[in-house]
C-alpha cells in the first residue's frame, strides 16, 4: 500500500471509486481532473490516494476551510476505501496523511464526513458526529411538468446572467444554512472556481427566478452524463415565502430531463426543513445519509 498526492491522470480511476462508494455523488472525470491539477483558491487544498499494486483505492482531501469566518477551522473531505480493501489500514493512513498536511497551517479543529457505517472508525480517530446530512435521489424520466411562472416573475437560465449578481445571491441565501460553521466568508473567486467555471455546471439547464429585474431565487445544476446534482437552490431572504425556490428548481430539472438527464441528486442538512419540504413535493426519494464529524487537532 502506498500514499501519494493524486495527480490528474488519476481523475478516471478516483471517478470509478467514488461511484462505487458513493453512488449519488455527481462529479465527472474531466471536473475531477481539472480539481487536481488546478487546485481550488482554498489555503492548503491538496488530495491523497492510495495505492495498492498500482491500483487507485483510496481517496481523501485536506483543505483549510476559506468559506467560514471561524478560524483555524479544516475540512478531511470524502476520505474513502474500496470495499475490498477497508480494514487494512488504509483508510488510517489517508487520515493521518491529510491531518499531517493541515496541522502546520495552523488549522485546530477539522470537520470530516462519515457514512454511518464508518463513525466507529471515526470516533476511533477523535472525531464526534455532529449534523446529519440526507441524499435524495428523483426520477426524471418522464420529465417533470413545466411549471408557469407567476405574475411578474421572470425565468432565465443562468448563461444569461451576470455572475456576479448570481454570486452575491448565493452568499445572500446561503447565510443562515444550517451547518457546523457559518458559510460567510465565500470570496468571490472561490465560488467562481466551485461554481461558475466547474466543468459540470449545466448554465442552460440552471434557471433563476428575477422580480423586477432583481435576482430572488436559483437553483443550481451539475451534470455528468445522464446524471445530475442540484448543486443548490436558495432564495434571497427577501423574497422568501413566495414558492420561488421550488419554482426554480422544478424549472431546473424540466430543462435537465429535457437535454437527457435521468436521475438527479441533492443533500440537505436534516435540520434545513424548508428545502426538505421542497424536495419532498418535488419527488425525491432519501437513498444515503452521512455525518458531519468534528474534532480537534493538537
Not at 107 to 113: D, M, N, S, V
Not at 175 to 180: I, K, T, V, W
Amino acid at each position: 500500500m502506498r500514499i501519494r498526492v493524486a495527480q490528474p491522470d488519476d481523475a478516471p480511476a478516483v471517478v470509478a471509486l467514488r461511484t462505487t462508494v458513493y453512488p449519488y455523488l455527481v462529479r465527472g472525470v474531466e471536473s475531477t481532473r481539472k480539481m487536481i491539477a488546478e487546485p481550488p483558491p482554498e489555503e492548503g487544498w491538496i488530495a491523497f490516494v492510495a495505492e495498492v499494486d498500482a491500483q487507485v483505492v483510496g481517496w481523501v482531501t485536506a483543505q483549510r476551510n476559506g468559506s467560514t469566518s471561524t478560524a483555524d477551522f479544516g475540512d478531511i473531505g470524502l476520505l474513502h476505501v474500496h470495499p475490498e480493501h477497508r480494514r487494512r489500514g488504509i483508510g488510517t493512513a489517508l487520515l493521518m496523511t491529510a491531518t499531517g498536511h493541515l496541522a502546520p497551517l495552523g488549522i485546530r479543529r477539522l470537520r470530516a464526513f462519515a457514512q454511518p457505517e464508518a463513525l466507529p472508525f471515526a470516533r476511533r480517530h477523535g472525531f464526534e458526529p455532529s449534523r446529519e446530512l440526507r441524499y435524495s435521489a428523483l426520477d426524471l424520466s418522464p420529465a417533470p411538468v413545466l411549471p408557469a411562472p407567476p405574475p411578474g416573475v421572470r425565468l432565465r437560465p443562468i448563461a444569461d446572467l451576470d455572475p456576479h449578481l448570481l454570486y452575491v445571491a448565493d452568499v445572500a441565501s446561503a447565510a443562515d444554512e444550517p451547518g457546523d460553521v457559518p458559510v460567510d466568508a465565500v470570496s468571490y473567486e472561490t465560488w467562481q472556481y466551485d461554481v461558475w467555471d466547474n466543468l459540470g455546471l449545466d448554465k442552460a439547464a440552471s434557471t433563476a427566478a428575477e422580480i423586477d429585474g432583481a435576482l430572488a431565487a436559483f437553483s443550481l445544476v451539475k451534470r455528468d452524463g445522464d446524471r445530475m446534482w442540484s448543486d443548490y437552490t436558495g432564495t434571497v431572504p427577501a423574497h422568501r415565502g413566495r414558492g420561488l425556490a421550488r419554482l426554480a428548481k422544478s424549472v431546473a430539472l424540466h430543462r435537465a430531463a429535457a437535454d437527457g438527464v435521468r436521475v438527479a441528486y441533492t443533500s440537505n442538512d436534516e435540520e434545513n426543513a424548508a428545502m426538505l419540504a421542497i424536495n419532498a413535493r418535488l419527488g425525491y426519494r432519501p437513498v444515503a445519509s452521512q455525518w458531519s464529524c468534528l474534532a480537534e487537532l493538537t
